[in-house]
């Protein structure tokens, strides 16, 4: 069950479906390969053989578990760099540890987002906290990437706590269904990211049977990633659940989505994190933890990075580098 949740989703301001809505047809169903990440945790790599263009302005997505980990087993990231885009975690349940070489960071935990902009270059760790290694417990999160424009690449690094207390909450048109709005506006309901690319991120919750149908911004990108549980995308029905990105077409001012009769696996309710933004439509070179326009760009990050000149981890961490 994800952290941010409320009993009863009818009391809730409605997404406004527009009269007349037409709604986006899908263009493709992957499935997210799955393998492991940093020191070893599980995750499932959402957008897997999907076309940059696209994803457009996202370039990499990460599911983080859902695990269950026994006392030692949680598991992290040691310091690493970045530079040229925004990472965005967000915990659905569990809690991570984050520093960075710009001062940011804390705990974020059941349905907190952190908003780290690499933009010029960080360094930053991620990692469970000892309390929970020793304890184990349930871990589940997503990582995002999303590119930033050539003119934004070299801005000065920044970190957004995003506690789950700020997170925009809507019911579907029907108030059967939860929407947490994170970035960008759905309706007239902003989430409290800030982003530098126009996007909307947003985890919708629907029970068994459920239909969603949410309004999105003309231009913009339409994904829709299952993070748990079954049931059908589009005006077409096509099959979705655990682990399925879909992409829609860019045509039409809707998004449908409906969960199935009947639980699926462990879930019982259908999880979608929804995901779209304005593309950047710029030359994407990408090696690595570096997003950069260039192969010579990329080339310099790796050099900058060698030679220490890509920020600093703190001194009081250098033994965990």
Do not use: C
């Amino acid at each position: 069950m994800p952290a941010i949740t409320v009993e009863d989703p009818s009391l809730l301001p409605r997404l406004a479906v527009p009269a007349l809505a037409v709604p986006r047809r899908v263009r493709s169903v992957t499935t997210a390969p799955e393998g492991l990440e940093g020191e070893g945790f599980p995750v499932r790599r959402a957008f897997a053989g999907v076309d940059l263009r696209d994803l457009d302005p996202f370039v990499h997505m990460d599911q983080m578990g859902e695990v269950e980990y026994a006392p030692g087993e949680p598991k992290g990231t040691p310091w690493h760099p970045h530079r040229g885009f925004e990472t965005v975690t967000y915990i659905i349940d569990g809690t991570f540890e984050h520093q960075d070489s710009n001062g940011g960071g804390g705990l974020i935990t059941n349905g907190d987002t952190q908003w780290m902009t690499a933009g010029a270059g960080i360094q930053h760790i991620e990692r469970p906290p000892e309390a929970l290694v020793a304890s184990g417990g349930l871990f589940h999160g997503v990582q995002l990437w999303v590119n930033l424009p050539r003119a934004q690449k070299w801005v000065p690094p920044r970190y957004q706590d995003l506690r789950a207390d700020r997170v925009g909450l809507l019911g579907s048109h029907d108030g059967a269904a939860l929407v947490r709005v994170i970035a960008g506006q759905l309706s007239d309901q902003p989430g409290p990211g800030a982003t530098y690319t126009p996007m909307t991120m947003a985890h919708a919750t629907l029970p068994p049977g459920a239909r969603l149908v949410v309004p999105w911004t003309p231009g913009f990108n339409a994904l829709a990633y299952v993070l748990a549980g079954r049931g059908v995308a589009g005006p077409e029905g096509a099959p979705v659940r655990t682990g399925q990105l879909v992409v829609f077409e860019r045509e039409g001012d809707t998004l449908v989505i409906d969960a199935a009769s009947a639980p699926d696996g462990p879930s019982s309710h259908l999880e979608v994190l929804l995901l779209g933004g304005r593309p950047i439509g710029e030359p994407v070179a990408w090696s690595g933890p570096f997003v950069m326009n260039t192969r010579q760009e990329i080339v310099q990050a790796f050099e900058d990075y060698r030679a220490g000149r890509l920020a600093t981890v703190p001194a009081a961490s250098d033994g965990e580098a």
